[in-house]
């Protein structure tokens, strides 16, 4: 089955930075790569996703580029704020709809 | 939004009891309901998939004779943790996915929280 590796697992950046995180996945079927953001107690929201015909994209501050030959996808946060601080899961499926696998999680804290 | 209803937010049961947690699509049909659990600062496992009107497909080392699924409407699907034991805490999720186009992404409902002593 598929396996989602994500890194780092723990991400503290300056007010202001830049923060990376980045997965692998296993499965080269995987076609839909979403990210989430949880916070403490709560339900993980999508904050963007991306499909295996895209390279690259973006919504605001936020940002997901796939290299489908590396099965590696990564998510870019510029201009952090202390809002964003959080905890942020990549995922991966076949279809969107499918089964979602997701990395073990990036607890990213954003200092003032 | 796609919005997914789950309830109870927490429950506080003791051990042999049986606990019934309910995910309900409120503005979409949903006819697969992902069924996750989280454990703290850890990730959401899968530990089955619902399927409206037949049997729920359950994850290696799951006990589907513990984690009862049934979907038993396309806007409904419940999670019974039967004969609960304090390492059954945890906490329980649900996803489902509204389709393509509607926000993209799978919705989530907002967990319960899961306690047995």
């Known amino acids: 089955g598929e396996n989602v590796e994500q890194h780092p697992s723990t991400l503290s950046v300056q007010e202001g930075d830049s923060a990376v995180i980045k997965c692998t996945y296993s499965?080269?079927?995987?076609?839909?790569f979403p990210w989430y953001k949880q916070e403490l107690g709560k339900r993980p929201q999508l904050i963007i996703d991306i499909r295996s015909n895209v390279g690259e994209k973006k919504d605001q501050r936020i940002a997901v580029t796939l290299n489908k030959t590396a099965k590696h996808f990564s998510l870019h946060i510029t201009e952090t704020q202390p809002e964003d601080s959080a905890v942020y899961f990549c995922?991966?499926?076949?279809?969107?709809?499918?089964?979602?696998?997701f990395g073990a999680g990036t607890q990213v804290v954003v200092t003032p | 939004g796609a919005v997914v209803s789950q309830h109870p937010s927490w429950v506080i049961c003791k051990s042999g009891t049986s606990v019934k947690i309910e995910c309900r699509s409120l503005?979409?049909?949903?006819?697969?309901m992902f069924w996750y659990r989280q454990f703290p600062k850890q990730s959401l496992m899968l530990m089955a998939t619902?399927?409206?009107?037949?049997?729920?497909?359950?994850e290696q080392g799951v006990e589907k004779d513990k984690f009862l699924i049934n979907h038993a409407s396309l806007t409904l699907s419940t999670l019974t943790v039967t004969s609960a034991h304090p390492e059954d805490s945890s906490f329980y999720i649900c996803s489902g996915y509204p389709g393509q186009g509607k926000e993209d992404g799978y919705t989530f409902g907002s967990g319960t929280r899961l306690t047995v002593v």
């Open positions: 619902s399927n409206e009107g037949s049997k729920a497909t359950y």
């Open positions: 995922a991966a499926s076949k279809i969107p709809g499918g089964k979602l696998q």
């Open positions: 503005d979409f049909q949903a006819t697969t």
């Open positions: 499965d080269s079927a995987s076609n839909y």
